[in-house]
């Protein structure tokens, strides 16, 4: 008879007996009295809306999708996809703030900036335009945009990059994502010369869009899903039919592609999934376990790295392999701070009503950045290097830019 | 992933056991699924109170050595009185190095004063902490009990009522502020850590010193929920400065500012002594092979496995899942290992809640060197520690947190050993 | 004091509180005695099942009558206890699909409408119903909530002046000749004895009635049946879930407020073990074997407990044998029957039908005090149930929402007696109920609570998945505040709370569940340090 023998139930949420430990990660519960907190938002709340739809409550908006809750959870609840999932359940549909729209649509409106870099830097500089953006556009003053790069990555790829890296014997797909194309294809450039250095080229997916996690968190998900539908579609034909794996360079796209996908817009990718991975990961497995080996070079100047865990991160419990490259590099001290979100959350921290809670989350991470001694901070993440580099007085760098600079 | 040791839960045990090898030059990783039952901690860490008949212990070494005769499963029973006794020692000094200041002998238990006021034998306690050497008898005879507005997981009558038992007079307090009201604002995150957060600050600090100074003249003492220093480690040093009288701290309901502040110390030392915490991961699947275990796959780290030497077992109990029940039988979950049970579910519990439960007593099946079982046989290099074992009612005999750390290090002992050898 | 009534009501189930509303409401002046709380008994065990009369239609032409019409008049009466959520009979496959047709022609003559529905529609209704069914049939069931119920009859009551005594039990009847004259009875929580009199005494006892009617030397014939029930951790379905076959075991799936039932099983048990309802694990099995049937989903939802109640059947005066049950209801008056005055009993029947059966009891009590008052209960909503949820609602827009939404799927137009706008009394005790300390306040003010076990019932306190484990504590805290008497007993509340939940744990105590106790026993045994020490002093006080 089967009846409850292993009591694994579908309703993840009833795995939830009321320990509380979530209320002590969350980092916005900690700042923001408005949020009712994972467990109330999550399973408790979950409860009460299958009771009833009504019982949705407006503030799960202050969630920012940090997924920490999950991590402490000894419970295994996935507190975090639990009150996504609400939201785009139960949540206003349709969501056509122009703000939402521009802070969630980096690949179109990073198509349209990058040709304008230099002006698009020079006025979101300028204080007039951010407070102009801050009254109609509630994005806040205070916050310092990434700036543009001078032309997109895929372009300077196809122009000077994609014959030669073809003629590698071995080769990798590389999702690169919003960050790289438009903000800083350097760290695009640096991963292609780690790479090669290995004997490796990369490749570019045929199609690549952006991974949709700004448009999840900003409620479009349709969008999020049509965009989903296009890389999942890139990938499979990268893993199946050009027989590669993908790696990526950000922390929230290898999550998102991996994890928001399935969970969140229901979008199944169990075939390919193991396939999609970080690029640090992927190393770390060539050189520790397949014996690989990097050159570096013996007259770089000693560097005191300290490693900052983005949320996603943690979630994915892969720093290890992003630490543990930092490691082998000749010169490098790597101290590690405390895992703890630094309050941006990508867009959440650029929203004016959300301001005040990010840099409050932030703060303890950058009082410990401060006082670490280091000469500059490494992560996996973007958007959490703009507010690091915002926030404190410290430079913020992705740790294979680090470990590019100091090949041989 | 090559260690020479995997411990698999990060909760008193494993992080004890973790540190131990991390101390002996052993490369050590600990796989967490979430954070632990530390979090609930009472502030003290209890050896054994009570034998498995119900007669009270007052020297702790004492009563394991009874236990090898009337309990001879009971994991002390098994690691031996002497060795236990040299454990509980070299406990109490991991704990201190950990940065968790504790004291107490294995020798005589003290009494921890419990939230509702009552008075429960123990072996190690937080400094700071209310104790007392014997149930009957409190350090003061008037006292200030002072609490924050709004905050329900603490409860002065309850304590007052306890006390008065005892002769001691109570006078109540309760303190607020812009800060506190802030938080109330939201109706379910009046917490312990998010109020301890309030207290991190200087002038709300500032604030409760004066109104303790105000309210408590005329007491002897003064009471405070464990609300005070959750980021900031000195921050009840520096509010005891600030109030010229005693001042105790007693256990809230959870989340436990001591609980999370210990297992924070107990991370960073082992993190310090280059331990890995992978917290946040479960394990799917081991590989054995002749009774070895080679390596175990994780969730989180798929097709990159843990390999080590050793493993071991501190996956807890029930709560954390280190034990599953079926409706007829109990399931060690992560190598399938042998549990020691009753088939039959009736005989599991009894109707009254507070009953000794033979549930409480269910756990993985170990050989003498806690060695894990699997049909019958002793896997050669997998190791039990902690809530997870069987033979023993960790609240009943009061002992749940002793068998974690001795057995813990009972266990990093075996391993330095069988690596020597 | 004055202790002379027109009418002692014997019993605070829903049907003994409906007559002392029913008295008061007609100028009767009513005493209700119960030995413990309100809706204890039957009326707290069963499903909460807002019947269509369906069910019975085939079998008890006049019990489904009974029903529809009672279950029209409790959605315009008791609104707020209700929840209109309709009904679906289902036939699997196993099932004849014959019996559909003489069902739904049963429910047609009885009044009651039952719309037969494509299989695909029933599944389109309601996801989680068993998708291999092969018909449906649509029916005005619903859910209604007995604490809810009970408590409002009993506010009203009060309101017109009924005196309500809980924790008071009827000891002996008192009696001149052949003639009842009053009741002696003792309170628990002063630990007098009183004597109370009246023209007449009503026994609503429900099973216990049976012993009431003996203290009078008189057999009223009742046969103990045993129901147990299955409470899930959510709501699985939303509509009412039933077997389209003959009455059976475990073929009744409500949703109940927060939660959904499975019941009932039925079984005969002697009169010595109606104080002591366990739920063995035979019967957790066929309710789930059963239950997944009508919702496979079951078979992975979490149960937070199990309960069971008993029936109190009565045998007919006619069959000496007690083979021949009815399910309706029986109004005696003993001096007919038996040739003793001034005392009647009202019992069978069921929960659906409290308010008629008051009526009856009501209308019998008029007869013989010759008052000529006509029965209103039938129009006159209840304390709770005069204003719409949605009406309610925007009163209090200064709540939370998910707590303003609870709170008023309680107390109804009530709600607004709970301070709004205050954060100190909306801070939650319990938050997987959302229950503020406001509600608690208010509770404990209005709604004669005297222990947590009560708060329970008015409330839902630790009716949630944790199952009192996160609030038990908070809301001892809150009782034990007045002084160090109530802190005492407060504790000693507390340990038998936690006792209480306990016993409804330990049938399906494996899973969630054993994790969720051994939690608990960690929290107030291990950090708390409460130890039945503290039961056993009630206990001993309570002799």
Same mark, same amino acid.
């Given at each position: 008879m089967?009846i409850?023998?292993n009591?694994?139930s579908e309703?993840n949420?009833?795995?939830?007996?009321?320990c509380?430990i979530?209320t002590?990660?969350?980092?916005?519960?900690a700042v923001n009295p408005?949020?009712?907190?994972?467990?109330?938002?999550?399973?408790?709340?979950?409860?009460?809306?299958l009771?009833?739809p009504?019982?949705y409550?407006?503030a799960?908006?202050?969630?920012l999708n940090?997924k920490?809750?999950?991590?402490?959870? !000894?419970?295994?609840v996935r507190i975090g +996809?639990i009150?996504?999932?609400?939201r785009?359940?139960?949540?206003p549909?349709?969501?056509?703030?122009?703000r939402n729209?521009v802070?969630?649509?980096? +690949?179109?409106?990073?198509?349209?900036a990058?040709?304008?870099?230099?002006i698009?830097?020079?006025?979101?500089?300028?204080?007039?335009? @951010?407070m102009?953006?801050d009254?109609?556009m509630?994005?806040?003053? @205070?916050?310092?945009?990434?700036?543009?790069a001078?032309?997109?990555?895929?372009t300077?790829?196809?122009?000077?990059?994609a014959?030669?890296q073809?003629?590698y014997?071995k080769?990798?797909?590389?999702?690169?994502?919003?960050?790289?194309?438009?903000?800083?294809?350097q =760290?695009g450039k640096?991963?292609?010369?780690i790479?090669?250095?290995l004997g490796?080229?990369?490749q570019?997916l045929?199609?690549e869009?952006?991974?949709?996690?700004?448009l999840?968190?900003?409620g479009?998900?349709k969008?999020a899903?049509?965009?989903?539908?296009v890389?999942?579609?890139s990938?499979r #034909?990268?893993?199946n039919g050009?027989?590669?794996d993908?790696?990526?360079? *950000?922390?929230?796209?290898t999550?998102?592609l991996r994890d928001e996908?399935p969970h969140? /817009?229901q979008?199944?990718n169990?075939?390919?999934?193991?396939r999609?991975e970080?690029a640090?990961r992927y190393?770390?497995r060539l050189?520790?376990e397949?014996?690989?080996k990097l050159?570096?070079r013996?007259?770089?100047?000693?560097?005191?790295v300290?490693?900052h865990t983005p949320?996603h991160?943690?979630?994915?419990g892969?720093e290890?392999?992003?630490i543990?490259l930092l490691?082998?590099i000749?010169?490098?001290?790597?101290?590690v701070?405390d895992?703890?979100?630094c309050?941006i959350a990508g867009?959440y921290g650029?929203?004016?009503e959300?301001?005040a809670?990010s840099?409050a989350?932030?703060?303890p991470l950058?009082?410990?950045?401060?006082?670490?001694g280091?000469d500059?901070?490494?992560t996996d993440?973007?958007?959490?290097?703009?507010?690091?580099?915002?926030?404190?007085?410290?430079p913020?760098?992705?740790?294979?830019?680090i470990?590019?600079s100091?090949?041989a | 992933?090559?260690?020479d040791?995997?411990?698999?839960?990060g909760g008193?045990?494993?992080?004890?056991?973790?540190i131990r090898?991390?101390e002996a030059?052993?490369?050590?990783?600990i796989v967490s699924?979430?954070?632990s039952?530390?979090?609930f901690?009472?502030?003290?860490?209890?050896?054994?109170?009570?034998?498995?008949d119900? $007669?009270?212990v007052?020297?702790p070494?004492e009563g394991i050595?009874?236990l090898?005769k009337?309990?001879?499963?009971h994991?002390?029973a098994?690691?031996g009185?002497?060795?236990c006794?040299?454990?509980?020692?070299?406990?109490?000094?991991?704990?201190?190095?950990a940065?968790i200041?504790?004291s107490?002998?294995?020798?005589r238990?003290?009494?921890r004063i419990?939230p509702l006021?009552m008075?429960k034998?123990?072996w190690?306690?937080?400094?700071?902490?209310?104790?007392t050497?014997?149930?009957e008898?409190l350090?003061?005879r008037?006292?200030?009990i002072?609490?924050?507005e709004?905050?329900?997981?603490?409860?002065?009558?309850?304590?007052?009522?306890a006390?008065?038992?005892?002769?001691?007079?109570c006078?109540?307090?309760?303190?607020?502020?812009p800060?506190?009201?802030?938080?109330?604002r939201n109706p379910?995150e009046?917490? *312990?850590?998010?109020i301890?957060?309030?207290f991190?600050h200087e002038?709300?600090l500032?604030?409760l010193?004066a109104?303790?100074?105000e309210?408590?003249?005329e007491?002897?003492?003064v009471i405070?929920?464990?609300?005070?220093?959750i980021?900031?480690s000195d921050a009840?040093?520096v509010l005891k400065a600030k109030?010229d009288?005693?001042?105790?701290?007693l256990p809230?309901?959870?989340p436990s500012?001591?609980g999370?502040k210990?297992?924070?110390?107990?991370?960073?030392r082992?993190?310090?002594?280059?331990g890995e915490y992978?917290?946040?991961d479960?394990v799917?699947?081991?590989e054995?092979e002749?009774?070895r275990?080679?390596?175990i796959?994780?969730?989180n780290?798929?097709?990159i496995p843990?390999e080590?030497e050793?493993f071991?077992?501190?996956?807890?109990?029930f709560?954390?899942?280190g034990?599953i029940a079926t409706?007829d039988?109990?399931v060690?979950?992560?190598?399938?290992a042998?549990t020691d049970?009753?088939?039959? %579910? #009736?005989?599991?519990y009894?109707e009254?809640?507070?009953d000794r439960?033979?549930?409480?007593?269910f756990?993985?099946?170990?050989?003498?060197?806690?060695?894990?079982?699997?049909?019958?046989?002793?896997?050669e290099?997998?190791y039990? &520690?902690?809530?997870?074992l069987s033979g023993f009612h960790p609240?009943?005999?009061g002992?749940?947190?002793?068998?974690s750390l001795?057995s813990?290090?009972?266990?990093?002992?075996r391993?330095?050993?069988s690596?020597k050898? | 004091?004055?202790n002379?009534?027109d009418?002692i009501i014997?019993?605070?189930?829903?049907t003994?509180a409906g007559?002392?509303r029913?008295?008061?409401?007609?100028? &009767?002046?009513?005493l209700l005695?119960?030995?413990s709380?309100i809706?204890?008994?039957? $009326?707290?065990?069963n499903?909460?099942?807002l019947?269509?009369?369906?069910?019975?239609?085939?079998t008890?032409?006049?019990?489904?009558?009974e029903c529809?019409?009672?279950n029209?008049?409790l959605?315009r009466?008791?609104a707020?206890?209700v929840e209109?959520?309709?009904g =679906?009979?289902i036939?699997?496959?196993?099932?004849s699909l014959e019996?559909?047709?003489?069902?739904?022609?049963a429910c047609r003559?009885?009044?009651?409408?039952?719309?037969?529905i494509d299989?695909?529609?029933?599944?389109?209704l309601?996801p989680s119903?068993?998708?291999?069914?092969?018909?449906?049939?649509r029916?005005?069931d619903?859910?209604?909530?007995?604490?809810?119920?009970?408590?409002s009859?009993?506010?009203d009551a009060k309101t017109?002046?009924?005196e &309500?005594? $809980?924790?008071t039990?009827?000891?002996? /009847?008192?009696?001149?000749?052949?003639r009842i004259i009053?009741?002696?009875a003792?309170?628990?929580h002063?630990k007098e004895?009183?004597r109370y009199?009246?023209?007449v005494?009503?026994?609503?006892?429900g099973?216990?009635?049976?012993?009431i009617?003996?203290?009078?030397?008189?057999?009223v014939?009742m046969?103990p049946?045993?129901g147990a029930l299955l409470?899930?951790?959510?709501?699985?379905?939303h509509?009412?879930l039933?077997?389209?076959?003959k009455?059976a075991?475990?073929?009744?799936?409500?949703?109940g407020d927060t939660?959904s039932?499975?019941?009932?099983?039925s079984s005969?048990? !002697?009169f010595d073990q109606?104080d002591?309802?366990v739920?063995t694990?035979d019967?957790v +099995?066929?309710?789930l074997?059963e239950?997944?049937?009508?919702?496979?989903?079951l078979?992975q939802?979490r149960?937070?407990?199990?309960y069971?109640?008993?029936?109190p059947?009565?045998?007919?005066d006619d069959?000496p044998s007690?083979? $021949?049950?009815?399910?309706?209801?029986v109004l005696?008056d003993h001096?007919t029957?038996d040739?003793?005055e001034?005392f009647i009993?009202?019992t069978?029947?069921k929960?659906?039908t409290?308010?008629?059966?008051?009526?009856w009891a009501?209308d019998?009590v008029?007869?013989?005090l010759s &008052?000529?008052?006509?029965?209103?209960?039938?129009?006159?909503?209840?304390p709770g149930?005069?204003?719409?949820r949605?009406?309610?609602d925007?009163?209090?827009?200064?709540?939370p929402v998910?707590?303003?939404?609870s709170?008023?799927?309680?107390h109804g137009a009530?709600a607004?007696?709970?301070e709004?706008n205050d954060?100190?009394?909306?801070?939650?005790?319990?938050e997987?109920?959302?229950v503020?300390?406001?509600e608690?306040?208010y509770a404990?003010?209005?709604?004669?609570?005297n222990?947590?076990?009560?708060?329970?019932?008015?409330? %839902?306190?630790g009716m949630g998945?944790?199952q009192g484990e996160l609030?038990?504590c908070?809301?001892?805290?809150?009782m034990?505040?007045k002084?160090?008497?109530?802190a005492?007993?407060?504790?000693a509340?507390?340990?038998n709370?936690?006792?209480e939940?306990w016993?409804?744990?330990?049938?399906?105590?494996w899973?969630?569940?054993?994790r969720?106790s051994?939690y608990?026993?960690w929290?107030?045994?291990?950090?708390?340090?409460?130890?039945d020490?503290?039961?056993?002093?009630e206990?001993?006080?309570?002799?």
């Amino acid at each position: 008879m089967n009846i409850q023998q292993n009591t694994v139930s579908e309703n993840n949420f009833e795995q939830c007996i009321k320990c509380t430990i979530c209320t002590v990660y969350c980092p916005v519960a900690a700042v923001n009295p408005d949020y009712p907190g994972p467990k109330q938002a999550g399973p408790d709340g979950e409860r009460l809306r299958l009771k009833k739809p009504d019982f949705y409550d407006s503030a799960l908006k202050y969630c920012l999708n940090c997924k920490r809750c999950e991590v402490a959870c !000894p419970s295994n609840v996935r507190i975090g +996809d639990i009150i996504q999932a609400a939201r785009i359940k139960y949540g206003p549909q349709r969501n056509t703030s122009l703000r939402n729209f521009v802070l969630s649509n980096t +690949d179109l409106v990073g198509s349209l900036a990058t040709p304008l870099a230099p002006i698009v830097n020079t006025a979101v500089a300028l204080k007039p335009v @951010r407070m102009v953006m801050d009254k109609v556009m509630a994005i806040d003053h @205070r916050r310092i945009f990434p700036k543009y790069a001078h032309g997109t990555f895929t372009t300077w790829y196809r122009k000077h990059a994609a014959a030669q890296q073809a003629a590698y014997p071995k080769q990798v797909a590389y999702f690169h994502g919003c960050y790289v194309n438009y903000n800083n294809p350097q =760290l695009g450039k640096d991963l292609l010369r780690i790479m090669n250095a290995l004997g490796y080229g990369v490749q570019l997916l045929d199609k690549e869009k952006c991974c949709g996690v700004a448009l999840i968190s900003n409620g479009l998900y349709k969008q999020a899903k049509r965009q989903a539908e296009v890389n999942m579609a890139s990938i499979r #034909t990268a893993v199946n039919g050009r027989r590669l794996d993908v790696i990526t360079t *950000s922390s929230t796209c290898t999550f998102t592609l991996r994890d928001e996908y399935p969970h969140l /817009l229901q979008l199944e990718n169990e075939d390919v999934r193991d396939r999609i991975e970080l690029a640090t990961r992927y190393l770390y497995r060539l050189i520790r376990e397949n014996g690989a080996k990097l050159k570096f070079r013996e007259d770089a100047a000693p560097l005191r790295v300290a490693y900052h865990t983005p949320c996603h991160m943690e979630k994915m419990g892969w720093e290890y392999y992003s630490i543990e490259l930092l490691r082998m590099i000749p010169g490098v001290e790597v101290t590690v701070l405390d895992s703890q979100c630094c309050g941006i959350a990508g867009t959440y921290g650029f929203k004016k009503e959300n301001y005040a809670t990010s840099q409050a989350i932030g703060e303890p991470l950058f009082r410990q950045i401060e006082a670490s001694g280091a000469d500059l901070v490494a992560t996996d993440c973007e958007t959490c290097k703009w507010q690091i580099e915002m926030s404190t007085s410290k430079p913020c760098e992705h740790p294979l830019h680090i470990l590019a600079s100091r090949l041989a | 992933m090559k260690f020479d040791t995997v411990i698999i839960g990060g909760g008193l045990a494993g992080l004890s056991c973790g540190i131990r090898l991390a101390e002996a030059g052993r490369r050590c990783a600990i796989v967490s699924q979430g954070q632990s039952a530390i979090h609930f901690s009472s502030g003290s860490f209890d050896l054994l109170g009570q034998l498995p008949d119900g $007669t009270p212990v007052e020297d702790p070494a004492e009563g394991i050595a009874a236990l090898e005769k009337c309990a001879p499963e009971h994991p002390y029973a098994r690691i031996g009185a002497q060795a236990c006794e040299r454990y509980a020692e070299a406990a109490r000094k991991l704990l201190c190095e950990a940065g968790i200041p504790v004291s107490g002998s294995p020798r005589r238990n003290h009494y921890r004063i419990t939230p509702l006021g009552m008075a429960k034998p123990t072996w190690l306690t937080i400094d700071g902490y209310l104790t007392t050497p014997s149930p009957e008898v409190l350090p003061f005879r008037s006292v200030c009990i002072v609490n924050v507005e709004g905050f329900l997981d603490f409860y002065p009558e309850f304590i007052a009522e306890a006390f008065r038992r005892h002769g001691v007079s109570c006078r109540f307090a309760s303190v607020n502020s812009p800060d506190l009201e802030n938080i109330r604002r939201n109706p379910s995150e009046m917490r *312990s850590a998010n109020i301890a957060r309030v207290f991190d600050h200087e002038q709300n600090l500032d604030r409760l010193a004066a109104r303790i100074r105000e309210a408590a003249r005329e007491c002897e003492a003064v009471i405070l929920p464990a609300i005070i220093g959750i980021n900031r480690s000195d921050a009840f040093e520096v509010l005891k400065a600030k109030v010229d009288l005693p001042l105790y701290l007693l256990p809230t309901l959870p989340p436990s500012i001591p609980g999370i502040k210990a297992q924070q110390a107990l991370q960073h030392r082992f993190r310090a002594l280059g331990g890995e915490y992978f917290l946040g991961d479960s394990v799917l699947s081991a590989e054995v092979e002749k009774n070895r275990v080679k390596s175990i796959r994780t969730v989180n780290h798929g097709d990159i496995p843990f390999e080590a030497e050793a493993f071991v077992l501190a996956s807890g109990s029930f709560f954390s899942r280190g034990l599953i029940a079926t409706p007829d039988r109990i399931v060690e979950p992560v190598f399938g290992a042998d549990t020691d049970f009753v088939p039959n %579910r #009736t005989e599991w519990y009894t109707e009254h809640f507070f009953d000794r439960h033979n549930y409480e007593a269910f756990g993985i099946r170990t050989d003498r060197s806690l060695k894990l079982l699997k049909e019958g046989s002793v896997m050669e290099n997998l190791y039990g &520690i902690g809530a997870g074992l069987s033979g023993f009612h960790p609240v009943q005999e009061g002992c749940g947190a002793g068998v974690s750390l001795i057995s813990a290090l009972f266990v990093a002992d075996r391993i330095l050993n069988s690596l020597k050898s | 004091m004055n202790n002379t009534y027109d009418v002692i009501i014997i019993g605070g189930g829903a049907t003994g509180a409906g007559i002392a509303r029913d008295c008061s409401l007609r100028g &009767i002046k009513a005493l209700l005695l119960e030995r413990s709380d309100i809706s204890t008994g039957a $009326t707290g065990r069963n499903h909460g099942l807002l019947h269509s009369g369906a069910r019975y239609a085939v079998t008890d032409h006049e019990s489904a009558q009974e029903c529809i019409r009672e279950n029209m008049i409790l959605r315009r009466i008791a609104a707020h206890c209700v929840e209109e959520t309709d009904g =679906l009979f289902i036939t699997l496959p196993e099932d004849s699909l014959e019996y559909q047709s003489v069902f739904v022609e049963a429910c047609r003559k009885a009044g009651i409408r039952a719309d037969v529905i494509d299989p695909e529609e029933a599944i389109r209704l309601e996801p989680s119903v068993n998708r291999t069914l092969i018909g449906a049939v649509r029916v005005p069931d619903g859910a209604i909530d007995p604490f809810r119920l009970t408590s409002s009859n009993i506010l009203d009551a009060k309101t017109h002046g009924a005196e &309500i005594h $809980t924790y008071t039990e009827v000891t002996e /009847l008192l009696r001149e000749q052949n003639r009842i004259i009053g009741v002696k009875a003792y309170n628990h929580h002063t630990k007098e004895e009183e004597r109370y009199y009246a023209q007449v005494v009503i026994n609503a006892g429900g099973i216990w009635g049976h012993g009431i009617a003996a203290k009078a030397g008189i057999t009223v014939n009742m046969l103990p049946a045993k129901g147990a029930l299955l409470i899930f951790g959510h709501r699985v379905n939303h509509m009412v879930l039933n077997r389209c076959r003959k009455p059976a075991d475990a073929d009744i799936l409500v949703p109940g407020d927060t939660i959904s039932l499975i019941g009932t099983t039925s079984s005969k048990v !002697p009169f010595d073990q109606v104080d002591n309802m366990v739920v063995t694990p035979d019967e957790v +099995d066929l309710l789930l074997r059963e239950g997944e049937k009508l919702s496979p989903q079951l078979a992975q939802t979490r149960i937070l407990r199990a309960y069971a109640g008993v029936r109190p059947l009565v045998a007919s005066d006619d069959d000496p044998s007690g083979r $021949t049950v009815s399910r309706g209801i029986v109004l005696l008056d003993h001096a007919t029957r038996d040739g003793i005055e001034g005392f009647i009993t009202i019992t069978g029947g069921k929960l659906m039908t409290y308010r008629l059966m008051a009526e009856w009891a009501t209308d019998l009590v008029c007869k013989k005090l010759s &008052i000529d008052k006509k029965c209103q209960t039938a129009e006159i909503p209840l304390p709770g149930s005069a204003e719409s949820r949605e009406e309610v609602d925007k009163k209090l827009h200064g709540k939370p929402v998910v707590q303003r939404r609870s709170t008023i799927a309680r107390h109804g137009a009530l709600a607004v007696e709970i301070e709004g706008n205050d954060s100190y009394k909306n801070s939650l005790v319990c938050e997987c109920e959302e229950v503020s300390i406001g509600e608690i306040e208010y509770a404990m003010e209005h709604l004669a609570v005297n222990n947590l076990v009560d708060l329970r019932r008015r409330t %839902r306190v630790g009716m949630g998945t944790c199952q009192g484990e996160l609030c038990a504590c908070r809301a001892a805290g809150l009782m034990g505040r007045k002084d160090p008497v109530c802190a005492r007993k407060a504790k000693a509340d507390l340990a038998n709370f936690l006792n209480e939940r306990w016993k409804g744990m330990a049938p399906i105590a494996w899973g969630d569940t054993l994790r969720e106790s051994e939690y608990t026993t960690w929290i107030y045994e291990g950090v708390c340090g409460l130890s039945d020490q503290e039961v056993i002093t009630e206990k001993t006080a309570a002799k």
